[in-house]
């Protein structure tokens, strides 16, 4: 989990568990679900520097290998590309209901997208992280969500999102050669988000030339990722990897289509209410209560 701005992406002090671990490990916003003692998900902060991934899964297996399912560990990508692999840890006592987590990185920002991260615009005008998320279009990925954003200095961008169950956290690196941004949310209503419409919305404010998207789903509704065509790019590798309990996580990799590639949305534009990417006429999203 990632925090920023001041406002941690789990809720209240009272509901919000913080458990202290060995070795200077934390472990924050472990969302008990149907109980306490059974964990819907967790995430943790890491102080010392990351030696090894199955370093990592030891001291996760320290605090939930005892669940039913035990801890389980997979590097996920294509051999061909090295470079690329998604990590990912799983443990859980039962789902009890539908979950999806959808999990996007992204590089080869649109240099004109990511000047929005940049504090200081050529002509002098200092952004505020509200402008940021507004000018981006941010705002409008999931439109329900309170937002907590962050400007850095010079450039940089953090937000955390919440609405109801749902969550969001989006991170920005706009600096051009390293570009990067990522893009989290989980908890929303898959019925009335579609899968693509997410993704395209995410791309929208980035441009990458590059991205990965995994899709978590739990407790059923593993059709949600329905792996469908992202206009403008094209799907590099794919993999899908059955989880215990029922789970599915899907990775794909895609790249911008040399002949078509996306072209981003001008930024001068509030985006509201447009339906030229299959959003509702009021951009609106039903969340979970
Ligand atoms: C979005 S922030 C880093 C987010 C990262 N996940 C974290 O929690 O540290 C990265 C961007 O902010 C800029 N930045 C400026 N000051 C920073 C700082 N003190 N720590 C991290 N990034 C900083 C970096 O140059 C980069 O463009």
């Known amino acids: 989990m990632e925090s920023k ?9 009272s509901s919000s568990l913080h458990y202290e671990a060995p070795l200077g490990y ?7 679900h149907g109980g306490i003692k059974k964990f819907q998900s967790a995430a943790y902060s890491n102080p010392s520097p990351h030696r090894s991934f199955s370093e990592e899964v030891s001291v996760l297996n320290g605090f939930f290998g005892s669940l039913k399912s035990g801890g389980n560990a997979f590097v996920i990508g294509d051999a061909s590309m090295p470079s690329r692999k998604w990590h990912v840890y799983h443990a859980t006592e039962k789902p009890e209901a539908p979950m999806i987590t959808l999990e996007m990185c992204m590089t080869g920002l649109d240099p004109e997208r990511a000047s929005i991260f940049f504090k200081k615009s050529v002509d002098g005008h200092v952004s505020s992280a509200k402008e940021m998320t507004k000018l981006s279009g941010i705002s409008d990925i999931i439109p329900e969500m309170e937002i907590c954003d962050f400007d850095f200095e010079p450039c940089g961008y953090s937000m955390n999102g919440m609405h109801g169950p749902a969550f969001s956290t989006v ?4 600096e051009d050669g390293f570009s990067y941004a990522s893009y989290e949310a989980m908890g929303f209503n898959p019925d009335s988000l579609s899968y693509l419409d ?17 899709t978590t789903v739990l407790g059923g509704g593993s059709t949600w990722a329905n792996k469908g065509d992202i206009y403008g790019y094209t799907c590099d590798s794919m993999v899908e990897q059955e989880l215990p309990g029922g789970g599915l996580l899907v990775y794909q ?8 590639p996306m072209s981003p949305r001008s930024i001068l534009n509030n985006w509201q209410g447009k339906d030229d990417n299959g959003f509702s006429s009021e951009g609106e999203v039903v969340m979970d209560d």
Do not use: Q, W
């Open 5 to 13: 701005g001041g406002k941690k992406k789990s809720s209240s002090s």
């Open 26 to 32: 934390s472990i924050e916003d472990v969302r008990p």
């Open 171 to 174: 991170h920005v690196t706009p």
């Open 198 to 214: 997410l993704i395209e919305r995410v791309l929208s404010c980035f441009g990458p030339s590059e991205f990965s998207v995994a």
């Open 253 to 260: 990799t895609f790249a911008a289509s040399s002949v078509t």
